[in-house]
Nanobody, 124 residues
Framework: QVQLEESGGGLVQAGGSLALTCAAS????????MGWFRQAPGKEREFVST????????NYADSVKGRFTISRDNAKNTVYLQMNSLKPEDTAVYYC?????????????????WGQGTQVTVSS
């Protein structure tokens, strides 16, 4: 069993920055992919970013590419999402996800544990 706990959400003005953190329990963190997804009110959950087990490979949704950066610290069982140049359309609940495998994955079904989510609100 893996538990994920996100932190770092909040309210920020457009153009500002936030840094999300996801702390994971369990001994298999360093061998699995991690991902960030988000869900805005009235919309389906969508992929934001993914990172492979070692941190050597990352990928991003087109909507956040160049503004968001995912990283991980396997010694701390933690994954991060640095969000810069935030836009009102980035407003959503952001979820951390623990991968079934070690690569990079874009589908929610490739992740088998989820955090409770953290709210990010960007005002215009």
């Amino acid at each position: 069993q893996v538990q994920l706990e996100e932190s770092g959400g909040g309210l920020v003005q457009a153009g500002g920055s936030l840094a999300l953190t996801c702390a994971a329990s369990g001994s298999t963190f360093s061998s699995r992919a991690m991902g960030w997804f988000r869900q805005a009110p009235g919309k389906e959950r969508e992929f934001v970013s993914t990172i492979n087990w070692s941190g050597s490979t990352t990928n991003y949704a087109d909507s956040v590419k160049g503004r968001f950066t995912i990283s991980r610290d396997n010694a701390k069982n933690t994954v991060y999402l640095q969000m810069n140049s935030l836009k009102p359309e980035d407003t959503a609940v952001y979820y951390c996800a623990f991968g079934r495998y070690s690569g990079v994955y874009y589908r929610a079904g490739d992740y088998n544990y989820w955090g409770q989510g953290t709210q990010v609100t960007v005002s215009s």
